[in-house]
């Protein structure tokens, strides 16, 4: 199966390239090291995806990894679980921006959300927002090639 994929991608590659836009590079283990990251960006420009997504620690070591690059830094803000408090991921978004961020991916509280606490999730969601609007604001996007 993967031969056939590659076949098709090698005979296509036009095609192919623009697809490859849907997709964010990731490495969101607890081990990564800074090696581990600089390959992740390597990859990300080799094969032109949309963005990486780093944990916060990396957010400014990725950007300059792809300086030069349309590929975009994406950070993650309340990273696994959610469960942190809405002041935390609003810290989390305002660095990672500040520190070269483009994208924030964040995780709600799923917790509060499975509980029908929907006004929580709701100002959960719109602290992290009003965060990024303290630096610059930016609509959320549905990635499209």
Sequence with gaps: ???????????????????????????????ATKDDIRTLCEEAKKYDFASVCVNGIYTAFAKECLSGSNVKTCVVVGFP?????????????KKAVEDGADEIDMV?????????????VYEDIKAVRDALSLIHISEPTRRTP
């Excluded at 679980?81 to 978004?93: C, I, N, P, Q, R």
């Design 1 to 31: 199966m993967l031969k056939k994929h590659m076949d098709f991608a090698s005979q296509n590659k036009e095609e192919y390239m623009k697809f490859n836009k849907y997709f964010d590079h990731t490495n969101l283990k607890p081990e």
């Design 81 to 93: 679980l959610g469960a942190m408090s809405t002041d935390v991921k609003a810290y989390e978004t």
């Design 108 to 120: 709600i509280p799923v917790g509060l959300l499975k509980a029908g606490e929907y006004d929580a």
